[in-house]
């Protein structure tokens, strides 16, 4: 049984992909229901995102089991001529 969800599994292998040796993953660094641990680590999150050489922002998923790599639907925009 794996215990790595799905969407820090494809943050590790894409991240490995482009030679980074180091993700910092709030869902794991965090201490989760912890308001004392949010509250230091939150107010810190500014230096982390801002000193970042990548930002992966795993946001269409539902669940962590839902990986970062989705297919979704293409859509087309009509631009005004």
């Known amino acids: 049984m794996n215990l790595i ?3 820090i599994h494809d943050a ?3 991240t490995r992909k482009l030679g980074v040796h180091f993700l910092w993953a709030d869902s794991l660094c965090i201490i989760q229901g912890d308001v004392e ?3 230091r680590q939150s107010s810190m999150m500014a230096d982390v995102y801002g000193g970042a050489w990548l930002t992966i922002a795993a946001s269409w998923g539902v669940s962590m089991q839902d990986g970062i790599f989705l ?3 293409i ?3 009509d631009v005004p001529e």
């Open 75 to 77: 859509g087309s925009i």
């Open 71 to 73: 297919s979704r639907p």
């Open 12 to 14: 590790i292998i894409f």
């Open 5 to 7: 969800p799905k969407t």
């Open 37 to 39: 641990d949010w509250n």
